[in-house]
């Protein structure tokens, strides 16, 4: 490992990127700390308290910067959920967006300056939203200090400015660094949160309690922790091979002749963005809710799927399988891979071609993302029953359910491109045995 790390920089160009891609998350941090003009700090805390936890997916989503109230308060947040968005609109829905994702590098640039636009119309509303809902909806009062229409617009225009230099910085990290900037941006909120967190959990099991009994749930919480995310890393890298045989070919003059590959498909293809869609579907309806708190539906609504309860969680776990399935379907089309399979002259061994061979990728592919998907319920699950017998506190850890999937997904993704970099220079990766 430290052979690894010596041989990293020792080239120029991989060491220049690692310490761009540092510099650019210190100005995002910094940019944490410059606050929000007019906003009363007080009233926010009261709101982040009544949360029932699309504020908290909000700020995990934003890179930790919600409670601060700064000019990067909603982050990278409106840019996930609009990239999102247009992907699903993507997948068949929006013409002009589909013929995009055929169309290379120039349709991926249009796609891209298009998701940027819908993430600040998206910045804004939100702005608007979190300054509306204090007094509206969870009875806090206002988060302005001196309430006037000037004030909303002050907020709503720093905020979203926000966002779009957050984005910029993030673009500048995948240009010019090492990995993907956004979701790097994300990654330093969750870090830096995390020994907040940790440090209140020891301070109330160890420092306040009883300290044999707290460090005996330290040390149970870290073998917990420890076992989870080796699962994390097994099930993200886990891939089905399916052997795939090319027949001879005649390709303009040339003869190909027939080789033997294979079609990985990855235990969970849909990576994390079942948990998100899931965790702001439900939170969205919860909080629109409170439009009818008065009333009998209302009411019910709130208290049933109030974050953490059984109900909550059976619904959102529901969720997570449907859309994984519908995230994974679409993105791996059994009807394309066997239309490709067909173009190119491939064949599975022992599986006739046409329809045997859909029915085959369609019955691995509906087990694969039934185990992923249930893993990945498992782990959103998992904080919440940890806080049922260890105390609230564990069910807001930072690094918990959604957040460690981000920090292992890109954690795993850099070290790749770590990986594929020194493999060039004919240095020992992290992975080389």
Known sequence: MYSVIRNIFKIPDLRKRIFFTLAMLVVVRLGYYIAVPGIDHDVLKALMS???????????????????????????????????????LSMDVVPAFTRWAKEGELG???????????????????????????????????????????????VAVVVTCGTSIV????????????????????????LVKSPQQIGMI?????VSGQTF????????????????IISVIYVQQGVRKIPVQYTQRVIGNKICTGQSTHIPLKLNSAGVTPVILASMLITAITNI????????????????FSMGSFSYLLIESLLIIGFSYFYTFAQLNPVQLVDQLKKNGGFIPSIRPGQKTLVYLTKVLNR??????????????????????????????AIGGTGLLIVIGVA???MKMVEGRLMRRHYKGFMHK
């Open 167 to 190: 984005m910029w910085l993030g673009d500048q990290i995948t240009d010019k660094g090492i990995g993907n900037g956004i979701s790097l941006i994300i990654l330093s909120g969750i």
């Open 289 to 304: 809710a409170y439009f009818f708190n008065t009333n009998f539906i209302g009411k019910w609504f709130s208290e049933t």
């Open 202 to 206: 020891w301070s109330k099991w160890v």
């Open 108 to 154: 991926r640039r249009k796609t891209a300056q298009v998701t940027r636009y819908v993430a600040l119309v998206l910045a804004a509303i939100q702005a608007i939203g979190l300054l509306y809902s204090g007094s509206k909806y969870f009875g806090v009062g206002s988060l302005l200090k001196v309430s006037s229409f000037w004030s909303y617009l002050l």
């Open 50 to 88: 009544k949360d029932n936890g699309l504020l908290g997916m909000l700020s995990m989503l934003s890179g930790g910067g919600l409670l601060s109230a700064s000019i990067f308060t909603l982050g990278v947040g409106p840019y996930i959920q609009a990239s999102i968005m247009i992907q699903i």
């Open 412 to 414: 795993l993704e850099v």
């Open 213 to 228: 009994e707290g460090i005996l749930k330290m040390g149970l919480l870290i073998l917990l922790a420890t076992a989870v």
């Open 368 to 397: 694969l993302t039934a185990v992923g998907a249930i893993f990945l319920c498992v782990i959103v699950v998992l904080p919440h029953v940890v806080a049922w017998f260890a105390g609230e506190e564990m069910k807001f850890l």
